[in-house]
């Protein structure tokens, strides 16, 4: 059975879902990659703010292709997630309940998600044209010298994920 | 014998052309697997094709350029080439993911410079072919220098240890290819041009060799490829390629 939610997360929603659950997402997400990554968490120990409020957010691993004429946004399916590991925890002491990536996890990253009741989920890799058609607009709100790179603030409807790691530290993939 | 010339402009209209199209449309053999694996997102997704990249990932320009011998090209190959990148990404909306120094990382912005890998061979034509290669699968590719006392058992526990790691994180159901013998760097070079082969291996010996290894990894793969080549008596290099379900590529022949 499919779950819906909407952004901002809150705890109530987060513990109602379970790993193996697919769901669909609407409302406002953030797009963050590596170098972005490593940005944000240089404004956290510098003790300054992020360039969005990250209060219940969620943070899509993801550099679009460019928006041809016409269209939001070009392809943006999910990248590899365990790059993003080193930076993840302190990311979600700051706020940001819910992640969407593909793949893996590294322990620390888990127990973080377990212990702030955060969700990881997992979007189809490798089909970013297909996951293009559930955003309804984009832009850039940080970093923009990163070009795909950069933070971009995406309003999704119906945006179709499952549930990798649950705020139990449970995980689900069909090939695991 | 006369010599063909060809100017190397041509180099970068099928390089503009084919990077485009590989990234917008699949090959029809990957296809037909793909539609065999069954998983409704994927087929979706390559059926929605023409429109913008299948994957957000373009990918480094892999060009691969068959020079036949008798073909005088005039011009700045190199340059030739990556012009023809550079058209592709703004043309046809390619994300641009490379970096110009791999510890400094500053974007170069156009996707140059291709990986350009050219080989000599009889006749005069030149084959290109355009292999975008996200890095969510090249991150997973793996050598092994086996001495050849591990012998087949060796590389066929390498492979499927390779192949574990790689899902889910590299886009599953993954092309497996492997290369075999050479040297270090032959046997990676051979195993990513196996991720794109069709069809079993010529060799009786090989073909059965894929087979068993595919039945190890039917769940998440739609093929298991292995390219061998001579090498030395104190050796057994073995590379694994991982190709993910984009599996892109397209040729043309000038």
Redesign the interface.
């Known amino acids: 059975m499919e779950k819906h939610i909407t952004t901002p997360l809150t705890d109530e929603a987060i513990k109602g879902l379970r790993a193996g659950d697919e769901v669909r997402i609407t409302g406002v997400i953030y797009t963050a990659r590596d170098?972005a990554h490593k940005k944000l968490c240089e404004l956290l120990a510098a003790g300054q703010a992020l360039p969005f409020d990250p209060a219940g957010q969620i943070i899509y691993y993801?550099?679009?292709?460019?928006?041809?004429p016409g269209?939001p946004i070009?392809?943006?399916?999910p990248?590899?997630?365990?790059r993003m590991d080193k930076y993840t925890p302190a990311l979600l002491a700051a706020g940001i309940k819910g992640l969407i990536g593909?793949?893996?996890r590294g322990q620390a990253v888990l127990d973080a998600i377990r212990e702030r009741t955060c969700v990881y989920f997992?979007a189809?890799?490798?089909?970013?044209?297909?996951l293009?058609?559930y955003v309804k607009s984009c832009r850039v709100v940080a970093f923009p010298e990163?070009?795909?790179?950069a933070v971009h603030r995406l309003e999704v409807e119906n945006f179709?994920v499952s549930v990798f790691c649950d705020c139990l530290g449970e995980i689900y993939?069909?090939?695991? | 014998m006369s010599v063909r010339e060809m100017d190397a402009r041509r180099l970068t209209d099928a390089v503009a052309k084919l990077y485009v199209q590989a990234c917008l449309v699949l090959p029809e053999p990957v296809k037909a697997k793909l539609y065999a694996f069954g998983n409704p997102y994927i087929i979706e997704n390559f059926e929605r094709n023409g429109i913008i990249p299948l994957c957000q990932d373009t990918g480094m320009a892999a060009v691969y350029l068959e020079v036949g011998q008798d073909v005088h090209l005039t011009g700045d190959i190199p340059a030739a080439v990556d012009e023809g990148v550079r058209r592709a990404v703004k043309e046809g909306y390619l994300r641009s993911s490379i970096v110009a120094d791999p510890l400094r990382r500053q974007n170069t912005g156009d996707n140059t410079p291709a990986l350009l890998y050219t080989d000599l061979v009889p006749g005069d034509r030149v084959k290109v072919t355009v292999v975008p290669r996200g890095f969510g699968c090249e991150n997973k590719a793996r050598v092994a220098m086996l001495a050849p006392a591990d012998g087949v058992e060796g590389v066929k526990a390498f492979v499927l240890e390779t192949a574990k790691l790689a899902v889910p994180d590299a886009c599953p159901p993954v092309s497996i290819g492997v290369g075999l013998g050479g040297s270090f760097d032959r046997a990676a070079y051979l195993a990513k041009k196996a991720t794109l082969r069709d069809g079993p291996n010529p060799d009786p010996y090989y073909a059965q060799l894929e087979s068993a290894l595919y039945e190890q990894t039917k769940k998440f793969s739609f093929g298991v490829h292995i390219l061998a080549a001579p090498t030395h008596i104190a050796g057994l290099p073995c590379a694994v390629s991982i190709g993910c379900h984009s599996l892109r590529y397209a040729s043309e022949e000038l």
């Open positions: 170098a993801t550099g679009p292709t460019p928006a041809p269209r070009g392809s943006c399916g990248t590899t997630s365990y593909k793949g893996r997992s189809e890799g490798g089909c970013g044209a297909l293009a058609n990163l070009g795909t790179e179709p993939s069909p090939y695991l």
